[in-house]
Each structure stands twice: as structure tokens, then as C-alpha cells.
């Protein structure tokens, strides 16, 4: 099993980034995925989830109408569109593969599988 986040980078307040999460090793359109994000010094904390078909999204309150979660079931890929960034969103950002349902995706014990992280650092 792998998730391979990719996309993050050095991004200017105000202005947009869009990552990427490659899946391989597990029936993909089965598993509910998310991204979570962990900042300097903090816990790991979520920031958005999608169902398996891609018909239900769950954002955090601090992303919620600035992100936007999508996946391709054929390419095995979860998408994380952000925009309108802030510095407080400089984390490392990490994908995460469930076989649950949305009620669980805030959950990080919830999640079975995880990528390695993309670093995202905004400027102020």
C-alpha cells in the first residue's frame, strides 16, 4: 500500500495551491480519504474527507469554503484544492485511506493507510 502526496511548496497569502494523493496497493474506490495537517509544534489535525464515491465532502471550520476535496476513482487520486491560503495553514499535509464512512473521518485512529506528508509553508 503507498499514498504519494505531492503539490506542496512556498505559496504567498491570498494565493492557491492544489496537492495531490496517489494511491496504489488497496482497492481505492472502496475507502473513504481525507487530508489532515500537522503544524510546527502542534498535534495532527483534519482538514477534509470525501466518500468513497465522492458524493459527500466534510471540511474542518477553518478550511471550510477556501478548500475543496476531490478524487478520481479511475486514477486512484485524492486532490486537495486551496486557496485564499493563510499562514496558519503551513503544515505538512498528509493523505489517509479509510474503509469507513464519513461520520468517522475526523478521526485520525479511524484511518488505515497514510502518505508521507507535503510540506506547505505560506508567506506572510
Known amino acids: 500500500v503507498q499514498l504519494v502526496e505531492s503539490g506542496g511548496g512556498l505559496v504567498q497569502t491570498g494565493g492557491s495551491l492544489r496537492l495531490s494523493c496517489a494511491a496504489s496497493g488497496f482497492t481505492f474506490s472502496n475507502y473513504l480519504m481525507a487530508w489532515f495537517r500537522q503544524a510546527p509544534g502542534k498535534g495532527r489535525e483534519f482538514v477534509a474527507a470525501i466518500n468513497w464515491g465522492g458524493s459527500k465532502e466534510l471540511y474542518a471550520d477553518s478550511v471550510k469554503g477556501r478548500f475543496t476535496i476531490s478524487r478520481d476513482n479511475d486514477q486512484s487520486t485524492a486532490i486537495l484544492r486551496m486557496t485564499a491560503v493563510k499562514p496558519e495553514d503551513t503544515a505538512i499535509y498528509y493523505c489517509?485511506?479509510?474503509?469507513?464512512?464519513?461520520?468517522?473521518?475526523?478521526?485520525?485512529?479511524?484511518?488505515?493507510?497514510w502518505g508521507q506528508g507535503t510540506q506547505v509553508t505560506v508567506s506572510s
Open positions: 489517509a485511506a479509510a474503509g469507513g464512512g464519513l461520520e468517522m473521518a475526523r478521526a485520525e485512529h479511524a484511518f488505515e493507510y
